[in-house]
């Protein structure tokens, strides 16, 4: 059975989201620079500085030429296709096809695969363009199917083909490979920032341009190119692209950092990288932003080598498509080592303190991932390896650490809080970012990622957590954190490319940088459900609120504490408030009067003032074709050891609480559990959620209303934090999530001596036995928090 061809599938082969090493540009004897542009560009799809004898080269090499070898045996030009499992009737086939001889002219020009400069190969490889050039991709034939096939995915395998095997295409062959592309990506491709000519999609688009304009010596499609990237630089306040909180968007409603952001980086750097230097350099004083990006928008989604599924969209359920050793790995940690590779080129087209800097970041990064370390990855190309293995042997790169503190990003309802030792992230949904993206099959039951999903990783441990078949295989019902109604959806529900969103505007925070309080009014996919839910950020845990639970959907709504991949055949322990639980498959429980709970290896729940709470441990199977009809039906079974609060048949007013503590042994979620003056639930309903904890400093409440939780008082919808600190200040954090708030006033009942700063929207603040602060207004904040920083009385 045929596979589908992906744009997973192509960025991996093609590298527009990785790939390649950057090159000074060359000095010719002869020729323009075109022919200068040229010979960078293929230096640039091979790699340079790289020993093809040693690892990890020779091996990749040899893999690309079995791979070629294998092709160049199955091609077989016919009417209709030029591979018998990729009729060239379905636009994703055109595009698959083009990448077999991609992968062939790849193993022709490389050094040690066994077939270098193989005359008869490139023969074959200019046979089978011909024959794609007469049956499917000519000036004479009309875009059907996917339109990314035609202006993204052909074209740029075409081009890299061409500049492979220039040498041996006649003068013709390549005009006519040319006037193919300028048939499907006309200069009128980018004439107007809007459609499918934004964000990722606008910058494959101007790559094609470029090449065209490099290969067919037209210095006017290389200057429509680099100035049609203009508008994908500066920031945004809606629709696609970058944000000035350093979230990325892409089809208008999606969170899509780490995958079409993922996609505009790389090919991003590939453009800086190339037209460094030649009549042709971006030089618009925007790319900045790009650059920026790196740190502001990348990094703090990139965690030992991973890339965090809450900024992936789609690409969650490209886990592993393969029928063969080709087959692409994907996931998180394959999504991640395309990113580093792609800093790493990016860092040749910026300042050197940038650079240096970026490497420092990508050294880490490749040595803390021992789960799916970086140089075995043999989806990465030859020349990402080399990018990368560079800045592994470079001693004067000291890697840097991965880092502590909290990152909001309100303009795609995402959150990462980071501690020493561990990472989560926190997916919602909004009016302004939906459910889930569906589309080309793919993702058909990703429905409730956006209903509070937490995820979480460990420094050393529980990297593989959402790689390992978690996708297929969880119960899609039952993704951790989310609060959900059991009612039965249909695959894509809701509808493609992010049309399902919940009418609900409170979503959002405040963060002082290091600890946060996370708010989402949580309205169900093709549901009634209807919830509070707040996550309360701190040290070594997060405090996690449901309230206000209601449905009518005649079905069982839950919160889900915990949903752990266990593996193939993990038997990992679960201690209840002490005493050890059975680790037989299709164990269940009602644990009453539950204080705490600690699964051996992963971490700690602490359920304050004691909870019932189920429990199941299960294998469940599925496969890859399950939640994308593109991947390998091939069945995978994993464990699971799952935790939640059931709330019943069309509850009314539910609540629950709970504390997540990542790492945590046994014997400190037990101490935490029997400390019961840690934590203060100050309000846990339709109104209000909030929470004190004194040993921290720390009051936060997510005023859904106005009204009073503890101290703190809001005369409308707000989120505040308040942090006391050791030095006799505090630092009030206040946000309008609704961005709704045309004036606010904000009371904590603290003795407050002074106001040492206020950012420029508070018009008031007194002092004395309390501090009031008044905002004015906070409809243009986009959700950032405003900070207040106080001496106390």
């Given at each position: 059975?045929?596979?589908?061809?992906?744009?997973?599938?192509?960025?991996?082969?093609?590298?527009?989201?990785?790939?390649?090493?950057?090159?000074?540009?060359?000095?010719f004897?002869?020729?323009?620079?075109?022919?200068?542009?040229?010979?960078?560009?293929?230096?640039?799809?091979?790699?340079?500085?790289?020993?093809?004898?040693?690892?990890?080269?020779?091996?990749?090499?040899?893999?690309?030429?079995?791979?070629?070898?294998?092709?160049?045996?199955?091609?077989?030009?016919?009417?209709?296709s030029?591979?018998?499992?990729?009729?060239?009737?379905?636009?994703?086939?055109?595009?698959?096809?083009?990448?077999?001889?991609?992968?062939?002219?790849?193993?022709?020009?490389?050094?040690g695969?066994?077939?270098?400069?193989?005359?008869?190969?490139?023969?074959?490889?200019?046979?089978?363009?011909?024959?794609?050039?007469?049956?499917?991709?000519?000036?004479?034939?009309?875009?059907?199917g996917?339109?990314w096939?035609?202006?993204?995915?052909?074209?740029?395998?075409?081009?890299?083909?061409?500049?492979?095997?220039?040498?041996?295409?006649?003068?013709?062959?390549?005009?006519?490979y040319?006037?193919?592309?300028?048939?499907?990506?006309?200069?009128?491709?980018?004439?107007?920032?809007?459609?499918?000519?934004?964000?990722?999609?606008?910058?494959?688009?101007?790559?094609?341009?470029?090449?065209?304009?490099?290969?067919?010596?037209?210095?006017?499609?290389?200057?429509?190119?680099?100035?049609?990237?203009?508008?994908?630089?500066?920031?945004?306040?809606?629709?696609?692209?970058?944000?000035a909180?350093?979230?990325?968007?892409?089809?208008?409603?999606?969170?899509?950092?780490?995958?079409?952001?993922?996609?505009?980086?790389?090919?991003?750097?590939?453009?800086?990288?190339?037209?460094?230097?030649s009549?042709?350099?971006?030089?618009?004083?925007?790319?900045?932003?790009?650059?920026?990006?790196?740190?502001?928008?990348?990094?703090?989604?990139?965690?030992?080598?991973?890339?965090?599924?809450?900024?992936?969209?789609?690409?969650?359920?490209?886990?592993?498509?393969?029928?063969?050793?080709?087959?692409?790995?994907?996931?998180?940690?394959?999504?991640?080592?395309?990113?580093?590779?792609?800093?790493?080129?990016?860092?040749?087209?910026?300042?050197?303190?940038?650079?240096?800097?970026?490497?420092?970041?990508?050294?880490?990064?490749?040595?803390?991932?021992?789960?799916?370390?970086?140089?075995?990855?043999?989806?990465?190309?030859?020349?990402?390896?080399?990018?990368?293995?560079?800045?592994l042997?470079?001693?004067?790169?000291?890697?840097?650490?991965?880092?502590?503190?909290?990152?909001?990003?309100?303009?795609?309802?995402?959150?990462?809080?980071?501690?020493?030792?561990?990472?989560?992230?926190?997916?919602?949904?909004?009016?302004?970012?939906?459910?889930?993206?569906?589309?080309?099959?793919e993702?058909?039951?990703?429905?409730?990622?956006?209903?509070?999903?937490?995820q979480?990783?460990?420094?050393?441990?529980?990297?593989?957590q959402?790689?390992d078949?978690?996708w297929?295989?969880?119960?899609?019902?039952?993704?951790?954190?989310?609060?959900?109604s059991?009612?039965?959806?249909?695959?894509?529900?809701?509808?493609?490319?992010?049309?399902?969103?919940?009418?609900?505007?409170?979503?959002?925070?405040?963060?002082?940088?290091?600890?946060?309080?996370?708010?989402?009014?949580?309205?169900?996919?093709?549901?009634?459900?209807?919830?509070?839910?707040?996550?309360?950020?701190l040290?070594?845990?997060?405090?996690?609120?449901?309230?206000?639970?209601?449905?009518?959907?005649?079905?069982?709504?839950?919160?889900?504490?915990?949903?752990?991949?266990?593996?193939?055949?993990?038997?990992?322990?679960?201690?209840?408030?002490?005493?050890?639980?059975?680790?037989?498959?299709?164990?269940?429980?009602?644990?009453?009067?539950?204080?705490?709970?600690?699964?051996?290896?992963?971490?700690?729940?602490?359920?304050?003032?004691?909870?019932?709470?189920?429990?199941?441990?299960?294998?469940?199977?599925?496969?890859?074709?399950?939640?994308?009809?593109?991947?390998?039906?091939?069945?995978?079974?994993r464990?699971?050891?799952?935790?939640?609060?059931?709330?019943?048949?069309?509850?009314?007013?539910?609540?629950?609480?709970?504390?997540?503590?990542?790492?945590?042994?046994?014997?400190?979620?037990?101490?935490?559990?029997?400390?019961?003056?840690?934590?203060?639930?100050?309000?846990?309903?339709?109104?209000?959620?909030?929470?004190?904890?004194?040993?921290?400093?720390?009051?936060?409440?997510?005023?859904?209303?106005a009204?009073?939780?503890?101290?703190?008082?809001?005369?409308?919808?707000?989120?505040?934090?308040?942090?006391?600190?050791?030095?006799?200040?505090?630092?009030?954090?206040?946000?309008?999530?609704?961005?709704?708030?045309?004036?606010?006033?904000?009371?904590?009942?603290?003795?407050?001596?002074?106001?040492?700063?206020?950012?420029?929207?508070?018009?008031?603040?007194?002092?004395?036995?309390?501090l009031?602060?008044?905002?004015?207004?906070?409809?243009?904040?986009?959700?950032?928090?405003?900070?207040?920083?106080?001496?106390?009385?």
């Open positions: 059975m045929s596979t589908p061809w992906s744009r997973r599938s192509f960025l991996r082969l093609s590298g527009n989201a990785a790939l390649l090493t950057a090159i000074p540009s060359l000095a004897a002869a020729g323009d620079e075109f022919d200068t542009l040229r010979g960078t560009w293929r230096k640039m799809l091979l790699g340079s500085g790289f020993d093809p004898a040693a690892a990890p080269f020779a091996g990749k090499l040899a893999l690309l030429g079995s791979q070629a070898a294998d092709h160049r045996s199955a091609m077989a030009a016919v009417a209709g030029l591979w018998p499992d990729l009729p060239l009737t379905v636009s994703s086939s055109i595009t698959g096809s083009y990448a077999r001889l991609a992968t062939m002219a790849q193993a022709y020009a490389q050094p695969t066994g077939l270098t400069g193989d005359t008869a190969l490139a023969a074959e490889i200019r046979t089978g363009l011909d024959h794609l050039y007469d049956q499917a991709y000519n000036p004479a034939k009309s875009q059907f996917n339109w096939d035609f202006q993204i995915g052909s074209p740029q395998l075409l081009l890299d083909i061409s500049t492979l095997l220039h040498d041996h295409l006649s003068a013709t062959r390549l005009a006519n040319l006037a193919a592309v300028d048939r499907f990506v006309p200069d009128s491709a980018v004439a107007h920032y809007t459609g499918t000519s934004t964000g990722a999609n606008r910058v494959d688009l101007c790559r094609s341009l470029a090449l065209r304009g490099v290969l067919g010596k037209n210095a006017a499609k290389i200057a429509l190119a680099r100035d049609a990237l203009s508008p994908v630089f500066p920031f945004v306040s809606s629709g696609d692209g970058f944000y909180d350093g979230s990325f968007v892409q089809h208008t409603y999606l969170s899509y950092t780490g995958s079409y952001g993922a996609v505009l980086l790389g090919g991003l750097a590939v453009l800086f990288s190339l037209l460094s230097g009549t042709w350099a971006v030089t618009d004083p925007h790319r900045q932003i790009v650059l920026d990006s790196v740190e502001k928008s990348y990094a703090p989604f990139l965690h030992n080598g991973l890339m965090m599924d809450a900024v992936s969209g789609r690409s969650t359920s490209r886990g592993n498509p393969r029928t063969n050793s080709y087959g692409f790995q994907g996931g998180d940690h394959g999504r991640g080592h395309g990113v580093l590779a792609s800093i790493a080129l990016l860092g040749t087209a910026a300042s050197g303190a940038e650079n240096q800097r970026w490497r420092a970041l990508v050294k880490g990064w490749t040595q803390r991932d021992y789960y799916s370390p970086v140089l075995t990855d043999t989806d990465l190309s030859v020349a990402a390896l080399a990018r990368i293995k560079a800045v042997d470079d001693n004067a790169v000291i890697a840097l650490p991965e880092p502590t503190g909290h990152r909001l990003f309100p303009s795609m309802d995402r959150a990462v809080h980071r501690r020493p030792g561990w990472a989560a992230s926190f997916s919602m949904a909004s009016k302004r970012m939906g459910f889930y993206e569906t589309g080309n099959g993702n058909l039951r990703g429905w409730h990622a956006g209903a509070g999903m937490l979480w990783w460990g420094d050393t441990y529980a990297n593989g959402y790689t078949g978690f297929p295989t969880v119960d899609p019902y039952r993704l951790p954190g989310t609060t959900v059991r009612k039965v959806l249909a695959d894509a529900e809701g509808g493609a490319w992010g049309l399902p969103r919940p009418d609900a505007n409170w979503v959002g925070g405040a963060t002082d940088g290091e600890y946060a309080a996370l708010g989402q009014f949580l309205r169900g996919l093709s549901s009634s459900l209807y919830a509070k839910k707040s996550w309360f950020c040290a070594d845990a997060v405090v996690c609120l449901a309230g206000a639970v209601r449905s009518t959907d005649g079905a069982a709504v839950e919160t889900v504490v915990e949903n752990r991949n266990l593996g193939a055949t993990g038997t990992q322990a679960l201690t209840v408030n002490g005493a050890a639980q059975p680790t037989a498959l299709g164990w269940s429980a009602t644990l009453s009067g539950a204080r705490w709970a600690q699964i051996a290896g992963h971490g700690g729940y602490v359920f304050p003032g004691g909870a019932t709470v189920k429990a199941l441990r299960e294998a469940r199977t599925g496969s890859w074709h399950d939640i994308n009809t593109g991947g390998t039906t091939d069945p995978i079974t464990r699971y050891l799952t935790l939640w609060f059931d709330h019943g048949v069309d509850p009314v007013d539910a609540a629950c609480s709970y504390l997540l503590m990542p790492g945590a042994t046994a014997g400190a979620t037990a101490a935490r559990a029997a400390d019961t003056g840690w934590l203060t639930v100050l309000a846990n309903d339709n109104n209000q959620q909030g929470v004190r904890v004194g040993s921290l400093g720390v009051t936060a409440v997510n005023f859904w209303f009204g009073t939780a503890g101290t703190l008082t809001a005369d409308g919808p707000a989120c505040v934090l308040v942090r006391e600190h050791g030095d006799g200040t505090a630092t009030v954090c206040v946000s309008d999530p609704m961005r709704m708030r045309t004036g606010l006033t904000v009371t904590w009942n603290r003795p407050v001596a002074s106001v040492l700063s206020t950012p420029v929207t508070v018009t008031s603040a007194t002092t004395g036995s309390a009031s602060l008044t905002f004015a207004d906070l409809t243009g904040q986009a959700g950032a928090t405003q900070r207040i920083r106080v001496a106390l009385g």
